[in-house]
């Protein structure tokens, strides 16, 4: 296998980790522009009671395109190295499906909703999870090249024969 085959993996996963990013980013501009947010003028920093929906879907607040933002932007500086996208990719799913569970376990109208959640973005996180997991599971580490540009075989590969 030529060794031109690993800068191409781990271009692939850094790839897919500054598309997921992206994605957040726009998902944060987008929460911030009246017009793609309905009810703009109702927009909250934070809690359950702000009245906004992304796209007139999604409960949004101040606090919840702030953080998509963010983790856009950490998507983004992560995703210079294949280890950091990796890395990226891990957690955000994790942290995705933590939050998508979050927003399905506790009630719209408690307290503790402070990003807010509704179903709606609850189960978009819940799927932005399995979307990140399984980009990750897509690009696992690419095999070590020798010097001679041959895969480096386990030693139970190799034959008494070579």
């Known amino acids: 296998m030529p060794q031109h085959v690993v800068a191409v993996a781990r271009a692939t996963v850094q790839q ?4 997921v990013a992206a994605i957040f980013l726009l998902l944060g501009i987008c929460g911030l522009v ?3 947010t309905t009810e703009y003028g109702l927009l909250k ?21 702030v953080i998509h933002l963010v983790f856009g932007a950490v ?3 992560l995703g ?21 569970v979050y927003g399905l ?6 307290p503790a909703n402070v990003v807010p959640f509704d179903a709606a973005g609850s189960w978009l996180h819940v799927g932005l999870a399995a979307i990140m ?10 095999e070590k090249i020798a010097h001679t540009g041959e895969p480096l075989r386990r030693k139970e590969d190799v034959s008494s024969f070579g």
């Open 105 to 110: 376990v506790v009630p719209r109208a408690s």
């Open 75 to 77: 998507g983004l500086t």
């Open 133 to 142: 997991a399984a980009l990750l599971l897509c690009w696992r580490a690419p």
């Open 45 to 65: 920093m934070a809690g359950p009671r702000s009245a906004a929906q992304l796209f007139g879907v999604i409960d949004v607040s101040v606090l919840h395109n």
């Open 16 to 19: 897919a980790a500054g598309l």
């Open 80 to 100: 210079n190295t294949r280890q950091g996208a990796r890395r990226f990719l891990a957690v955000g799913a994790a942290a995705s499906l933590a939050l998508g």
């Open 34 to 36: 009246p017009g793609l």
